[in-house]
């Protein structure tokens, strides 16, 4: 158990720090009311998934164990959060810099750790699938539109392109 809860508070602490970097962009008044509100919206995302994780942490009986996290893994996926934080102090960010560090978050492993916990829990606690997989969906979706709706560099499209194609192979390799 104790494995378990150690696991769900790293991982809301991690998803914590990406909420607030998309926060504060949503906030940056050097953007777009358009930019701004995709901002608002994909902390708001961010939001309900830690809602979910957080849910989950009151269900660790049904939960299978924590699913491993290498510290390399997990240094990793610190990393790449940091650089993001730092760029979202920037008062005036280039629209490319933004996206370039959102899809660095996105296509973290960060992602692929909240699937694999959520997916472990026994049927009696499938509703946390069954809410966390249509979210996540949703939020991977949106940063892919709205990196080709607001920027025009063919490298931030590729990586936008390579983040879902990413995304529909995780979802196919795993039980639903
Ligand atoms: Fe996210």
Redesign the pocket.
């Known amino acids: 158990m104790e494995a378990k809860h150690a696991f769900v508070d790293r991982l809301l602490a991690l ?1 914590r720090r ?1 909420y607030r970097i ?1 926060e504060k962009w949503a906030a940056n008044e050097s953007f777009s009311d358009d930019m701004r509100s995709l901002w608002r919206d ?1 902390a708001d ?2 939001k309900q ?1 830690f809602a979910i994780l957080e849910q989950s942490a009151g269900l660790l009986n049904f939960a299978a164990s924590a699913p491993p996290i290498a510290a390399e893994q997990r240094e990793k996926i610190s990393a790449a959060i940091a650089t993001a934080e730092r760029a979202s102090d920037n008062p005036k960010p280039a629209i490319e810099e933004v996206f370039g560090h959102a899809l660095a ?2 296509s973290s492993e ?2 692929q750790l909240d699937d694999a916990w959520l997916k472990g829990f026994q049927s009696s606690a499938a509703s946390l699938t069954q809410d966390w997989t249509p979210a ?1 969906d949703q ?2 979706r949106r ?1 892919a539109d709205a990196v080709r709706r607001f920027t025009v560099s063919e490298a931030l499209h590729r990586d936008a392109a390579a983040l879902l194609s990413q995304y529909e192979r995780e979802k196919r390799s795993q039980p639903a």
């Open positions: 998803e990406v998309y994909m995302d961010e998934h978050l996105e960060l992602n996540h939020h991977i940063l």
